[in-house]
Nanobody
Framework: QVQVVESGGGLVQAGGSLRLSCTIS????????MGWFRQAPGKEREAVSY????????YYADSVKDRFTISRDNAKNTLYLQMNALKPGDTGMYYC??????????????????WGQGTQVTVSS
């Protein structure tokens, strides 16, 4: 049984930083590319960042480029998202998931499965 647990969210002022973590069990973490997504109230879940099997192969949504950094520690089965210079527009529930399909672009949520409960990020102005 695959379990995904996100953590590290919280309330922060604009300009602040947070580091999210995502721990996965029930699959061989190092075999999967991973994605971070977020969902604001009343909006669709959107892709934030993506990492293939090494830290050198990463992708970001334009809205977070140069502010967020995705990384992974395969020995700890853990994915990270360092978020700096946070803005109120970054507010939402953040989710991670392994990519299990390769039929569309990396930012399509249909490429992913085994979603966790998410971790809430709230950025105040």
């Amino acid at each position: 049984q695959v379990q995904v647990v996100e953590s590290g969210g919280g309330l922060v002022q604009a300009g602040g930083s947070l580091r999210l973590s995502c721990t996965i069990s029930g699959l061989v973490f190092g075999d999967y590319a991973m994605g971070w997504f977020r969902q604001a109230p009343g909006k669709e879940r959107e892709a934030v960042s993506y990492i293939r099997w090494s830290d050198s192969d990463t992708y970001y949504a334009d809205s977070v480029k140069d502010r967020f950094t995705i990384s992974r520690d395969n020995a700890k089965n853990t994915l990270y998202l360092q978020m700096n210079a946070l803005k109120p527009g970054d507010t939402g529930m953040y989710y991670c998931a392994p990519r299990i399909r390769y039929s569309r672009h990396w930012d399509e949520k249909s490429e992913y499965d085994y979603w966790g409960q998410g971790t809430q990020v709230t950025v105040s102005s």
